[in-house]
């Protein structure tokens, strides 16, 4: 009995586990993961000059650069943006999709 409790509740873990690495990493309208625990800290309200999220007027200058640009700037650090961030884990298309997503309104 036991092994079929536990057989259940694996299966039941594993098709969880499933489903959220199944779900897409942008859900339409909402940040990107790691969003909330780097650049948020500081886009989130413009702090020390930081273009604010959804601030499409701010972006629009930083977005004529070019987002390889952009990119580079949060990988090289940026004046009061530190290096990479504060997402060292973040790939160049996780920088991406970070950098669209703080210059489209919300
Ligand atoms: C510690 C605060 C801080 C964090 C965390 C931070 N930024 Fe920034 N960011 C800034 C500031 C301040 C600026 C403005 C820099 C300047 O132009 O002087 C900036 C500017 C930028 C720019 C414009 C760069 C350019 O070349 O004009 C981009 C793109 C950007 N940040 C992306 C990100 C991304 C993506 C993250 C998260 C992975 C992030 N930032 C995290 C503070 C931060």
Redesign the pocket.
Known sequence: MRTTVFIRTTAIRVAAIAALAAAPAVLAGDPPA??AA??????AV??????ATGNVEA?A??ME?GME??????RNG?????P????NS?SDE??AD??TY??TAQ
């Open positions: 790691q969003y780097s650049c948020g800290a500081c886009h413009g702090v020390a000059g930081a273009p972006w200058p930083r650069k640009v952009l990119v580079a700037s949060v940026l004046n009061a943006m530190p990479g961030g504060l997402c973040c996780d920088y970070l950098i703080m210059a």
